[in-house]
């Protein structure tokens, strides 16, 4: 376990911004992962779990308490690893809550497990991709997860929960927004099969020019993905500003059938009577419309911002970027004006994506 003090957490983040840690731990085993946390727990003082930093926005004035840093290692094959064992149960592989994820997704795709291919070149661990039901393209973490192991900090215990078990939903499980649960390993179950799962999103069949549902072989699947992203500035790149970024910064909206309605006949009266919002149905009735359409018709055009160093992404508008030397506040600030300006022109509310520390929207 190392332990520093003082230490600067703008690096640590895509965002990059955020002051000081007071003290960070950096934990290489579950063991002392657990270890730090409890200690931490029973002083009684603040705590912060950092995996990669690419969902956090932490506040210019630094965190006030100890941040335990997930470095732990491990991916352990469990049971299906011969290729064909489709037929009895998949691929079930452990993955420790430090692994780089798309290092995990490579693997994968290099493998012959299908489940994952979609979510190519999203930034981060392995740990936190079940916390906010990591999802693009058409695949979400929770199609393939079997189970996620954690602490349970308030019980002081490991518990295991099975899938059904995690709540998740759109961008959302039982592990978000609370402090309650650190997740050491999750355990995913793959299918064993050298094609993609069905393809589930248009822009990616059309890139690979092949129909909705069609399932291609795992590398192109990959690559597809990779550049659709790069188009989208949300593939991490160093020489690049529009990815210095939380990838997206607000949620897409799932709304009531009624304010679904109301918030159509607010865009058809600003924008003209053909205008019909982006929309997919939900379970329950719901409907998810597109926060990127939102902010883009509310005025928040790609770039907006510029020059200022927190900026719209000029490839995305839902991407909220650091250009160089913007601070937490710029970014928040930022971040405030679309999502006020989107609710004044439309009466939708947007909920920000990343985890804010010592901020608020
Ligand atoms: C360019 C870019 C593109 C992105 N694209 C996508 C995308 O397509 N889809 C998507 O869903 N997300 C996307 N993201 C967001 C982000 O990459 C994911 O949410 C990722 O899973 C966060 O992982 P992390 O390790 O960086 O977590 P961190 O940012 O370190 O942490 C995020 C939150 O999870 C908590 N946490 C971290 N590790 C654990 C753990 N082991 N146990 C319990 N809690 C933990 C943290 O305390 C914090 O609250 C993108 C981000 C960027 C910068």
């Known amino acids: 376990m190392r332990e520093e003090r003082d230490v ?35 002083a009684e003082e603040p705590l912060l779990l950092l995996s990669g930093g690419s969902n956090l926005v932490v506040a210019d004035a630094g965190f006030p308490g100890t941040v335990v840093r997930v470095a732990t290692r491990g991916i352990e094959v469990e049971a299906g690893a011969e290729r064909g064992a489709a037929s009895c149960g998949g691929v079930l592989v452990r993955v420790a809550a430090g692994e780089d994820w798309d290092a995990l997704v490579a693997r994968a795709v290099a493998e012959g497990w299908a489940g994952v291919e979609a979510l190519s070149g999203i930034p981060g661990l392995t740990g936190a991709t079940p916390v906010q039901n990591v999802g693009a393209y058409g695949q979400e973490v929770a199609q393939t997860i079997a189970s996620v192991r954690t602490w349970d900090r308030r019980d002081q215990r490991v518990r295991t929960f099975a899938n059904a078990d995690c709540r998740f939903t759109y961008r959302h499980s039982r592990f978000k927004g609370t402090d309650r649960y650190v997740v050491l390993d999750v355990v995913f179950q793959f299918e064993a099969a050298d094609l993609s799962r069905p393809v589930a999103y248009a822009d990616l069949a059309a890139g690979l020019d092949v129909d909705l549902g069609a399932r291609v072989p795992l590398a192109d699947a990959r690559e597809a993905v990779l550049a659709q992203r790069r188009r989208r500035g949300m593939v991490l790149d160093a020489d690049d500003p529009d990815t210095w970024s939380c990838g997206s910064f607000f949620t897409n909206p799932i709304l ?92 939708v509310r947007l909920v920000n994506e990343p985890v804010l520390v010592g901020l608020e929207l």
């Open 8 to 42: 600067p957490l703008a690096a640590l983040t895509t965002m990059r911004v955020g002051g000081p840690a007071t003290r960070m731990v950096t934990a290489e085993t579950s063991d002392e992962l657990v270890d730090a946390v409890r200690e931490v727990d029973d």
């Open 256 to 347: 009531g059938e009624a304010e679904f309605a109301a918030f159509a006949g607010r865009a058809a009266e600003r924008l003209g009577d053909g205008i019909r919002p982006p929309h997919w149905p939900e379970p329950g009735g719901r409907v998810k419309t597109s926060a990127a359409w939102l902010i883009d018709k509310a005025g928040y055009g790609k770039g907006f911002g510029l020059p200022a160093p927190a900026a719209l992404s000029t490839k995305h508008t839902l991407a909220v970027t650091n250009r160089g030397g913007a601070t937490a506040a710029d970014v928040v600030a930022l971040a405030r004006q679309v999502r006020d300006g989107v609710e004044d022109a439309f009466g």
